[in-house]
């Protein structure tokens, strides 16, 4: 998608939640959304006619469906009002699900009869986008990085408030983290895997960060518990 200089970033994650009983054994559904810019339709409370989807093609052009628990889509939109419709590929498929939106600056409403989408806002800084410019250059040069490598991309992050004392990535931690995204046994991960991983710590430090309430960097068990089912996962 081409950015434009007065684009503002914004990321949206969708995540379907099983509640089913056997939901460990039971695949999710192919789910995936799409973003339409509604400037025509701006102040408008009801749904949104028939014919709007007929004939508008959404900013990322195409819906793409995945059997994944989350799907994560980042976007350089214009100002201006704009519709998100997550859904799943085939017809009659129904679940619980959540919808995030990060970006520096919007404002968002939850429109519809009896809605079930749960709306989390967070403002991006400036810097966490001037480091994501960072790490996309630093791939230019190194298409694959190795653990070393991962390790100090990680680290270029802030993962904690300005009361707690700073969070690394030790090189061990960086280890697991290979080992499980790494599914061609390579040793390296190229720079796709990586955002991916960038945008589900993202999205973790987020959950964090707000069940944090006193800051402290520690959750206790009631709040540990809910940010766990936040994610779509129950545990007892």
Avoid at 109 to 117: A, D, K, L
Avoid at 133 to 144: A, L, N, Q, S
């Amino acid at each position: 998608m081409e950015k434009y200089t007065n684009s503002c970033r914004v990321l949206v994650s969708l995540l379907q939640k099983q509640n089913h009983k056997h939901r460990n054994q039971s695949p999710p559904w192919f789910i995936g959304l799409s973003v339409f810019m509604v400037s025509q339709y701006q102040g408008i409370r009801s749904r949104l006619p028939q014919e709007f989807f007929l004939y508008t093609r959404p900013v990322n052009n195409k819906c793409i469906f995945i059997n994944e628990r989350e799907v994560t889509q980042d976007f350089h939109l214009l100002p201006g009002s704009y519709v998100i419709v997550p859904s799943t590929a085939e017809p009659d498929q129904q679940c619980e699900f959540i919808l995030r939106v990060f970006s520096r600056k919007h404002i968002l409403e939850e429109q519809g009869e009896n809605p079930s989408p749960v709306l989390c806002c967070k403002k991006i800084a400036d810097k966490q986008d001037e480091l994501e410019t960072v790490i996309i250059r630093y791939f230019e040069k190194h298409p694959e990085i190795n653990v070393s490598q991962l390790q100090m991309l990680l680290n270029k992050g802030n993962w904690t408030s300005a009361r707690q004392a700073p969070v690394k990535f030790s090189l061990d931690a960086c280890k697991v983290i290979m080992a499980q995204l790494d599914v061609r046994a390579s040793g390296t991960l190229n720079m796709i895997a990586f955002l991916n991983l960038w945008n589900q710590l993202l999205s973790h430090h987020e959950i964090f960060q707000r069940r944090d309430i006193d800051r402290s960097g520690f959750l206790k068990l009631s709040d540990l518990q809910a940010a766990i089912q936040e994610k779509g996962i129950t545990l007892s």
